[in-house]
Structure formats: C-alpha cells, structure tokens
C-alpha cells in the first residue's frame, strides 16, 4: 500500500475503531470518513433579470423537472422574490441558488450585491433571453471586481430557433442563426468593456444541445481542484463524453477503497474483513449508481421528461444493480456472480487463520478483490448509463437527465 499516501489518515481511523471488533461501527466510521471526501461544498448562483428562465435553468442542472417537488417555481412573471437554496436531490453538498432578477423594485442594482451576499458563491451563471443588458453587465463587473468567476448563458435558444424558421421558411439557416445571436451578445458585452467575453447558448428543455456542454466543460476547467469533483457529480449526462468523465472520476478512488478494505483485513477478527468490505462496496456502488442516473428517482424523472415509459428506459439496463437501493445481499450476489471474485473472499477469511503470514495476505486479497470488484461494476454501468443516454435521445425523446 506504499503508493497510496492519501489512504494513511483513513487507515488510522479504521484501526482505532476495529479494537473493539464492533463491525457496525466499523462500517460505519469507514463510510463517514470517505463519505467527507465526496461531500466537498459547492455554491452555484444563478441571477439574471426577470423572465430570463432562470429558475427553469435551476431545475435542469439538478435534474428536476418543472413542477415536481422541490422544483423552483417557473412562469411568465418574476417568480423569484428572495434568495432560495435548491439543493441537489442526490448530493445536497451541491447547492444551486436562484438569485431575485437584479433590478427589481426589491432588489435595485445598486444594492443587490448586499441583499443576496455575492460573496459565498463559487461562481456565477448570468442568464438572458435576449441581449445581455445593463443590469447583467452591472451585476458582472461586481463579481469580476470580486475576482470570482460567472459565465453568460443566452437562455431560450429553441424559441428564437422556432421563431426565425416561421419567418424565414425555406431561407432558414440554423447554424447561421446561432452565429448571430451569439455574436450579438458578445458585440453588446464587448461595447461594455469586457475584452474577450464567451456567451454560452443554451436551453433549458434541451440541455444536450447547443452550448451547455461547452459550458460545463468550461466549469469543470476553471474551478479549484478540490471543487472539481463535486460538479462532475452533479453535471448533468448531456453526452456520452460526460459519462466517460464521471467514469474516470470514479475510477480514481477505487484504490482508495480498496486500501480502507485491506486495513480492515488487518485485523485477526473472524468475519470481519468480510463485513468492512462490503460496507465499502455498498458505500461505492451506490455512487456509481446516482452518479450515472440509475436511481429509480432519476430515472422516472426521466423518463416524464422525455414523455417513454419508465420500463422502457430499464429494458435497455443490463447491470443488476441499475434502478435497485444497493444492499449487503445484491453487493453479495453480484460479487458471487463475478468470476473468481467468490473464490477471492474465501481465500481472504482462509488466510487469516494462517500463523503470522496470514493477516500480509489476507490484506493483500482483500485489496485485490475490492479493487477487480468495484472495476467490473463501474464498467457495467458505465455501459447502462450509456445504454440509458442514447435510449433518451432517440426520435421521440429529446432531453436530457442527471
């Protein structure tokens, strides 16, 4: 384990609560431990002026569709009236927060900055449905004097589409429409003095398409690294290249878990190590599983999206594990299942019986089969995950999910 510098505080907090041999509680330390390495705070304000989709771009990041509970309230007037946290449904350490539209009676200009306290925010999405105007390049100089980050996103971009092709018929060019909505808010930005602005085009409906995944891509590269990993997680599935990405993420951490598997084989305790392992397991997989949007919520909240019955997503599943509460007996039968990963686990509990060489080898197959194991169920549903994402952009669908 010599290579693995970041597992030593983890191991001491194992081996301090395995002396009693109290295997719940040994379950459980391990799980809050890594559970604080998964739960880093990130604070996303979304603002914009009044009627720009702000609250409908709120709920399309968290996955959560207009109307349903928890969902910030959208319509045609300013539904926003105070400062509201929406927490992400699966990791509450990821808060979006839907700003009052700058420039209401409320809410004047010049003393927004005080009244929703700019300063605890990570980064700022600015949102319009047309030009960028006064108030949002106002409300972009505070933040950029604060010398934090925020991104401009032109909302609504499906409408404008619709609206030029009715008028221009036959003439409708769309890449061309897009280039002239873009470079008109960009134009406008840069008579206000910002240099080099990039405008983001998106919809809310659509989040695949457009300019969102260029914007999350821009996120994920501009933000400290320690803040990284809680976006991945939250970033909504809008392309295969997003999965791959949560993949990777998740594949970093699997020698961590496994290093807190192996510390727990250390010590001579009949059944144990067995017991740690698979509260790692459990503690992982279902990351995997909300991670890549495998949930039962997620998924029916999906599947409503892109108006297909909810079997219809799960007959495309393959992983045992897709659309299931993980549990010691599903972690035991999918483990079992995997070849020579139940002939590991005995050989594991057979080795700690042997004198003095025993517990070396014993930590060194827990390791081994903790480390195959959580591989092979991420590859699987890495592969549902995908299996999901192009199953919900066929003709009849065309959204996305998180």
């Not at 409320?106 to 047309?130: Q, R």
């Amino acid at each position: 384990m010599a290579g693995l510098p970041s597992s030593e505080p983890l191991a001491e907090v194992i081996k301090e609560v395995l002396q009693n041999s109290d295997q719940t509680l040994a379950v459980e330390k391990i799980n809050e431990f890594l559970d604080k390495q998964n739960n880093i705070p990130l604070n996303i304000a979304v603002t914009g002026e009044s009627g720009s989709g702000k609250s409908t771009f709120v709920n399309a990041f968290r996955g959560i569709n207009n109307g349903d509970d928890g969902a910030a309230p959208t319509g045609c007037v300013e539904t926003t009236t105070e400062v509201t946290a929406y927490p992400h449904p699966n990791y509450p350490n990821v808060v979006l927060w839907d700003l009052p539209g700058i420039g209401t009676t409320k809410f004047p200009a010049n003393k927004y900055k005080k009244h929703v306290g700019l300063e605890k925010y990570d980064f700022f999405i600015i949102i319009s449905d047309t030009r960028f105007r006064e108030n949002d390049v106002r409300l972009a100089k505070k933040i950029r004097k604060m010398k934090k980050k925020f991104y401009f996103v032109r909302s609504k971009i499906d409408r404008d589409l619709q609206s030029e092709e009715i008028t221009c018929k036959s003439n409708f060019d769309r890449e061309k429409t897009l280039t002239k909505i873009r470079d008109n808010c960009i134009q406008g930005l840069q008579k206000e003095g910002f240099e080099s602005p990039q405008v983001f085009l998106g919809s809310s409906f659509n989040l695949h398409d457009f300019d969102f995944p260029q914007l999350q891509e821009t996120l994920e590269t501009e933000l400290p690294e320690h803040k990284k990993d809680a976006l991945l997680r939250t970033t909504p599935i809008t392309s295969l290249e997003i999965i791959k990405k949560k993949k990777n993420a998740f594949k970093s951490k699997i020698k961590y878990y496994a290093a807190a598997s192996a510390v727990g084989a250390a010590v001579p305790v009949p059944g144990l190590s067995i017991a740690v392992d698979v509260g790692i397991l459990i503690a992982a997989i279902t990351q995997y599983v909300v991670g890549f949007g495998l949930d039962v919520s997620t998924l029916q909240r999906l599947a409503a999206r892109i108006n297909v019955p909810f079997k219809d997503l799960m007959s495309v599943t393959v992983s045992p594990l897709a659309a299931k509460r993980v549990t010691r007996d599903l972690v035991v039968r999918v483990l079992s299942s995997l070849a020579g990963t139940a002939a590991l686990m005995a050989t594991e509990e057979g080795s700690r019986l042997i004198p003095i060489l025993g517990i070396p080898v014993s930590m060194g197959v827990s390791f081994i089969t903790t480390y195959k194991g959580l591989n092979h169920i991420l590859d699987m549903l890495t592969e549902d995950s995908e299996r999901v994402f192009k199953r919900a952009l066929t003709p009849q669908s065309d959204a996305s999910y998180s």
